[in-house]
């Protein structure tokens, strides 16, 4: 997959792209990342990328030419670099659909991704016609769409097949997806005067298999109950949330 980020502030994603599941995932050629600064594509001698919004009001809005230029030399890199040449263009705003897993695996299965990072009080609203998805990460203004740009890479990079060792992609299988974590321990048996669960050191696979289901349910519907609507359930787990609706309600 080839993703590009159309940004101003290029040097925010070295950290993020040098750091371990990321790093291994180019060095496999699973995934290129191509940062282009979108000022490298302004017309006049002053580089300028914003201007006074029509209309008047307080505040700058990004021009449409350098968004437009750097996009036409996205795709044109795109075409030589990939077998479709078809990469989905994606903006970051607050404005956006929110984020989520699934959207998550579907953009997985794309071969480019075009990403474009706002700043100031946001864009020339023509840039939208370009546009194939707006998302937001989530409700919160932040100064700048890099962040929700490096969120949505790393969601979609550790999808990609491949990327993850199977020892760390056990835990996103079929089933546990679609509720939270179950409680994990690791040694010692008791630390500051807190034991790891008698069940986990018991040996019963079988048993511990249904203590960490039963956990998750009981976390999911405790913190997070709208997650258990899309959540496949089993007899067992429906007769571990009326026993847990029970207990809420009694
Ligand atoms: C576009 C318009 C994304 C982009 C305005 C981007 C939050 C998210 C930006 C702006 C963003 C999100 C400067 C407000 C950049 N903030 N929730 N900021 N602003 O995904």
Not at 107 to 118: F, Y
């Amino acid at each position: 997959m080839l993703i590009q980020i159309l940004t101003l502030f290029p040097q925010m994603f070295t950290g993020v792209l040098e750091s371990s599941i990321l790093k291994r995932a180019q060095e496999q050629n699973l995934v290129k990342f191509e940062l282009i600064n979108f000022r490298d594509f302004a017309t006049d001698k002053h580089h300028m990328v914003d201007d006074t919004p029509y209309g008047g009001g307080s505040g700058m809005v990004l021009k449409p030419e350098p968004i437009f230029r750097a996009l036409q030399y996205a795709h044109q890199q795109n075409r030589q670099q990939t077998e479709r040449g078809k990469a989905k263009v994606i903006l970051l705003t607050p404005q956006g659909k929110v984020f989520k897993q699934e959207i998550a695996r579907e953009l997985a299965t794309a071969e480019g991704l075009i990403m474009i990072c706002g700043h100031y009080e946001g864009f020339d609203e023509r840039i939208r016609s370009w546009v194939d998805l707006e998302l937001s990460i989530g409700d919160y203004v932040l100064t700048g769409g890099e962040p929700a740009a490096m969120v949505v890479s790393d969601a979609v990079v550790r999808l990609i097949p491949g990327v993850l060792g199977s020892s760390e992609s056990a835990q996103h299988d079929s089933f546990s997806e679609y509720l939270l974590d179950f409680p994990q321990y690791t040694r010692p048996v008791e630390f500051e005067g807190m034991r790891v669960p008698d069940i986990l050191l018991s040996g019963h696979h079988a048993m511990i298999e249904a203590w960490r289901r039963e956990q998750a349910l009981i976390r999911t519907a405790k913190r997070r109950p709208d997650l258990l609507e899309n959540a496949p359930m089993s007899e067992e787990d429906l007769k571990i949330l009326k026993a847990i609706g029970e207990l809420n309600n009694g």
